[in-house]
């Protein structure tokens, strides 16, 4: 049964969709859709009904997020990340942040760890600086921030780190996205300057906090899966919308000798149905792993490698599938990918920026073999 979210989320990314031009243009989601995503909820998917979220499962919010992408890939990107990071930093934090941040319906967070800040104990709390790149939706968000490192009194080894947030009054956006695909997104540079911040306002997202929320709890201490399912989520709805378009032109388009639609091709059939089972075989993997890993979080909040593992690989193995459906798609379609403004070459180059991402990348790929194959110990990126 489809729900009342879904059907908003859906509604809205159409719309975006017919506004996809706005959103190129101005680089970010329109003000205005970023508003009505939140009056519908869509931020709160993740989070427990207990804190006035609609306590959605990750299969469920992953379903809406692929559902969404297959309109609009930027708007459904910041709509899915941003879900999954208002459960993972209320997860993660103090309950004196968690009652201030979701006093506002439309509350909204936008960090990265691309670079790091500084955190410097400094009475009850941290000066806390930095400058972060690849912050989604920062122009819509109310918290901003991201990753901060502790002084080293040694000098040595890995500084400990966690990420820290501000209200968005007290930092400034640096418009530095300009970018072939995924442009929409807004993933501008957060600027914090030197400022005393509470601890509740920092985050070790590597355990839980102070609070168990029941499953939602989950989405710390267990990797970056929030972030690389969504990823996924985006590249299945891109390669979806690539499918669909694909399968209605073909019906039209004249072949090689222009006297027979291609859909009348055997090369093309095979095709069509090859890719069209990947597809089916990529959702299904996440969708699985999710389940799974849903089931397990009702029993402990900490996953077992293998259910971690299993999510992880499923995510990776869908972004860089749907990136060569993509590509398979357009060889098909031949030269009806070259206008600028056609569906085609939004889907290749929104596939190939989405796909690069570091919750995916390859050197996520090597760290979870060496855990898979027990070249390496337990480790958080995984």
């Not at 009652?99 to 967070?109: I, K, Q, W």
């Not at 040595?156 to 929409?184: K, N, Q």
């Not at 590597?206 to 996924?232: L, Q």
Request: charged share 20%.
């Amino acid at each position: 049964m489809v729900d009342s979210v879904h059907t908003a989320g859906v509604i809205l990314a159409k719309e975006a969709d017919a506004r996809r031009g706005e959103l190129e243009r101005e680089r970010q989601v329109p003000k205005d859709l970023f508003q009505r995503a939140g009056d519908a909820g869509l931020f709160r998917q993740l989070l427990c009904t207990e804190l006035g979220g609609l306590g959605k499962s990750p299969a469920e919010w992953f379903q809406t997020s692929v559902d969404m992408a297959r309109w609009e890939p930027s708007f459904a990107w910041v709509v899915a990340q941003g879900a999954g990071d208002v459960a993972t930093y209320v997860a993660a934090g103090d309950p004196a942040f968690t009652s201030v941040f979701l006093a506002d319906r439309r509350a909204y967070l936008a960090g990265s760890d691309n670079t790091a800040g500084t955190l410097v104990p400094d009475g009850d709390g941290f000066l806390f600086a930095g400058r972060w790149g690849f912050c989604s939706g920062c122009q819509g968000a109310t918290w901003v921030g991201g990753k901060g490192v502790f002084p080293q009194e040694d000098g040595g080894g890995v500084p400990e780190w966690r990420y820290g947030l501000v209200p968005i009054e007290r930092a400034r956006i640096e418009e530095t996205w300009d970018v072939m695909g995924m442009i929409g997104t807004g993933s501008h540079t957060v600027v914090v300057e030197q400022q005393h911040i509470p601890d509740a306002w920092t985050f070790n997202i590597r355990r839980p906090g102070v609070k168990d929320y029941g499953p939602m709890s989950v989405t710390v201490g267990n990797g970056y899966w929030p972030v690389a399912t969504s990823v996924a989520a985006i590249q299945l709805g891109i390669s979806r919308r690539a499918l669909d378009a694909a399968a209605e032109l073909v019906k039209v388009k004249p072949g090689v000798m222009r006297t027979r639609p291609l859909i009348e091709n055997s090369h093309v059939q095979r095709q069509l149905m090859q890719v069209e089972g990947t597809w089916m075989a990529s959702h299904a993997g996440v969708e699985q792993a999710l389940t799974r890993m849903w089931r397990e979080a009702q029993q402990s909040r900490r996953l077992p490698i293998e259910a971690r593992l299993a999510l992880f690989t499923a995510n990776a193995h869908a972004s860089a599938t749907a990136t060569k459906i993509v590509e398979s798609v357009c060889d098909m379609v031949g030269t009806s990918v070259a206008p600028a403004r056609g569906i085609f070459g939004a889907c290749l180059r929104d596939a190939r920026t989405i796909g690069s991402h570091a919750a995916v990348s390859g050197p996520g790929v090597e760290m979870a073999a060496q855990l898979r194959f027990g070249l390496i110990e337990d480790t958080f990126w995984v």
